[in-house]
């Protein structure tokens, strides 16, 4: 079956969803809008109006990298942790599966791991089990 990706280019890169269907597509538009902005918020950047309006002041570093994983991470921060979902080790399915509830965008799987290595090396979740199979949950 055909996948559908949309593509927002941002000043720190491209933000994306993937569906399984243009109408999947559209309904997730307005929370990828809203994602977008909310990043665009917590890395200091101007809207993009503002952005074209604003002269330009020397060469500012952009952050690069995985949109995917920004996402995902910023959902996991802002709307999982503390809430009691890893109140029990949690695998990256499950974990992504919570992301799709919540935001109804279906990130990569590796992506929702790379967030969780993330947190994980800020020690804000713990992990048990071996490479590939690990078990994600809060301290």
């Known amino acids: 079956m055909p996948r559908f990706r949309l593509q927002l280019n941002r000043p720190y890169g491209v933000i994306s969803v993937e569906a399984e269907s243009v109408e999947e597509i559209a309904a997730s538009?307005?929370?990828l809008v809203e994602l977008s902005n909310?990043?665009?918020?917590?890395?200091?950047?101007?809207?993009p109006a503002a952005q074209q309006q604003a002269p330009s002041q020397g060469r500012s570093r952009r952050r690069r990298g995985s949109s995917e994983a920004v996402l995902a991470l910023d959902t996991i921060e802002r709307?999982?942790?503390?809430?009691?979902?890893?109140?029990?080790?949690?695998?990256?399915?499950?974990?992504?599966?919570?992301?799709?509830?919540?935001?109804?965008?279906?990130?990569?799987?590796?992506?929702v791991s790379q967030?969780?290595?993330?947190?994980?090396?800020?020690k804000k979740i713990m992990r048990v089990g071996s490479r590939g199979n690990y078990r994600w949950f809060e301290k």
Request: charged fraction near 20%; glycine fraction near 10%; charge should be positive.
């Open 29 to 31: 538009l307005n929370k």
């Open 79 to 111: 709307q999982i942790l503390g809430s009691g979902f890893f109140s029990t080790p949690r695998s990256t399915s499950e974990v992504r599966q919570k992301i799709y509830e919540l935001t109804g965008l279906r990130l990569q799987s590796r992506k």
């Open 38 to 47: 909310t990043i665009d918020k917590s890395l200091g950047l101007a809207s």
């Open 115 to 122: 967030a969780l290595g993330i947190l994980y090396e800020s």
